[in-house]
């Protein structure tokens, strides 16, 4: 294990109401609250955890959702490392929403490449089952058709994967850093420290 953390920036997007405020408090605080405010702006909090052997300090974003508070998030977007992108399973609206917030996020955020920037999908409020709007199968296909991204179905009231969402969130991180880091490696130089033919160019 390596002694030293790795901080990664997250951020939460997604409708008014889905519950990114509750996810981000269950998972730091473990507490769940029926009677939350809306937020203003944005929110943040960290975690520090270990993902398969790396310490990492997870500084989550919590952002408001609501469409009169755009220009006090979108300036949050820079520097993020992986998007949560939420919508609540009761509330068709906000799943149909999910491709907004996806432009919403890759225009503010102006990553550096955005076919590889890492989006997780989460649909919350599971534990409404009896008042569900938008069906497992459906979210999984809209993931499947938006980059395969990873897909959970969490409930913040219940603490149902919300775990396992966060840690979804810094494996897909660490996996493109992983990629990353080895096709530099494997552009500069080999192990037996011989550069490798420079690309020919036309100056
Ligand atoms: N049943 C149920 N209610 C939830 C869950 N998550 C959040 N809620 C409730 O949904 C309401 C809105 O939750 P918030 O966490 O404030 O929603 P938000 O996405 O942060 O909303 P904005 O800050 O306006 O963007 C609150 O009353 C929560 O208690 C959940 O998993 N299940
Ligand atoms: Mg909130």
């Given amino acids: 294990?390596?002694?030293?953390?790795?901080?990664?920036?997250?951020?939460?997007?997604?409708?008014g109401g889905v519950g990114?405020?509750?996810?981000?408090?269950?998972?730091?605080?473990?507490?769940?609250?029926?009677?939350?405010?809306?937020?203003?702006?944005?929110?943040?909090?960290?975690?520090?955890?270990e993902v398969d052997g790396r310490l990492v300090t997870l500084q989550i974003w919590d952002t408001a959702g609501q469409e009169r508070f755009k220009s006090l998030r979108t300036p949050f977007y820079r520097g993020a490392d992986c998007c949560l992108l939420t919508f609540a399973v009761d509330d068709l609206q906000s799943f149909h929403n999910l491709g907004c917030w996806k432009k919403e996020f890759m225009y503010y955020s102006d990553v550096r490449d955005p076919e590889r920037f890492p989006f997780v999908v989460l649909g919350n409020k599971v534990?409404?089952?009896?008042?569900?709007?938008?069906?497992?199968?459906?979210?999984?296909?809209?993931?499947?058709?938006?980059?395969?991204?990873?897909?959970?179905?969490?409930?913040?009231?219940d603490d149902t994967n919300v775990g396992a969402a966060f840690e979804a969130a810094v494996r897909e991180v660490l996996a493109g850093e992983d990629q990353l880091d080895h096709a530099l490696l494997s552009s500069a130089i080999d192990l037996h420290g011989n550069r490798k033919a420079p690309r020919s160019s036309c100056c």
């Fill in 127 to 157: 534990d409404k089952a009896s008042e569900r709007e938008v069906g497992e199968d459906e979210a999984r296909a809209w993931c499947q058709e938006n980059g395969a991204c990873p897909y959970f179905e969490t409930s913040a009231k």
């Fill in 20 to 49: 990114k405020s509750s996810l981000m408090n269950r998972y730091v605080t473990d507490r769940f609250d029926s009677q939350s405010f809306h937020t203003i702006g944005v929110e943040f909090l960290n975690r520090d955890l």
């Fill in 1 to 15: 294990m390596s002694g030293k953390s790795l901080l990664l920036k997250v951020i939460l997007l997604g409708d």
